[in-house]
């Protein structure tokens, strides 16, 4: 089957690093993003990562083992806006037709 | 603002009903993708249409149909509603179809349906 598991939840100090672990099981691999969402609100594309190592972007930095089957998205210098809701999500397949299957969330919360 | 436009924002029916959920692309985006949000089982894949054209099936209920119209809109129509159907339903687009970097997806803002 395809699984997709993420912590539940974690709690981070304001001006922290925190990192959000994924671990995936998927019938073959076209890719793994990482989305953001605050509650009632809609997911918003954060990274994409396919290749093996780090992809930076400003306070935000993915990581892939492909061969681990393993993610982590690394947020710098929280801020409380951070709160939000994480999900790691893997394209799956051997042909790559968008579909995303996702992982339950990493609720974030940001502590002053 | 991603661009995505969805309606409508809520619907509230009762059980054994039929609604449909409207999807409008980002300008330029030919793929649509749709998924429902409960509180129990997350976000999940239910269809996806490239340029009119189904692409791929998730765990999509029989009841539950979809389609993508020539001018790009799609339409997700569930029927014989139950209790359990009552999610957040997102409609996403990107600009063609597959998971690749740069054809990322952008969600709407999504419909809440509530089953009574």
């Known amino acids: 089957g395809q699984n997709i598991d993420q912590p539940t939840e974690m709690t981070a100090t304001e001006g922290a690093i925190v990192q959000i672990n994924c671990t995936y099981q998927?019938?073959?691999?076209?890719?793994l993003f990482w989305y953001q969402q605050h509650a009632g609100e809609a997911p918003t594309f954060l990274s994409y990562?396919?290749?093996?190592g780090l992809e930076e972007k400003g306070r935000f930095s993915s990581f892939l083992s492909r061969s681990k089957g393993y993610s982590y998205l690394l947020l710098k210098e929280l801020q409380m806006k951070d709160s939000a809701s994480y999900l790691c999500a893997v394209s799956p397949g051997s042909s790559n037709t968008g579909k995303l299957i996702f992982g339950q969330g990493t609720t974030l919360q940001v502590k002053p | 603002d991603s661009g995505v436009t969805q309606t409508p924002k809520h619907l509230i029916t009762a059980t054994g009903q039929r609604v449909t959920l409207r999807c409008s692309p980002r300008?330029?985006?030919?793929?649509v993708y749709w998924y429902q949000q409960s509180l129990d089982q997350g976000l999940q894949f239910l269809i996806h249409?490239?340029?009119?054209?189904?692409?791929a099936k998730g765990n999509i209920l029989e009841r539950f149909s979809a389609q993508q119209f020539p001018d790009l809109h799609s339409e997700l129509n569930l029927s014989s509603l139950e209790l359990g159907d009552s999610a957040l339903y997102f409609c996403?687009?990107?600009?063609?179809?597959?998971?690749?970097?740069?054809?990322?997806?952008?969600f709407g803002p999504g419909t809440r349906l509530t089953v009574l």
């Open positions: 249409y490239y340029n009119g054209e189904e692409r």
């Open positions: 300008s330029g985006d030919l793929s």
């Open positions: 998927t019938s073959g691999f076209n890719g």
């Open positions: 990562n396919v290749l093996d």
């Open positions: 996403a687009s990107s600009a063609q179809s597959g998971g690749w970097m740069g054809n990322e997806q952008f």
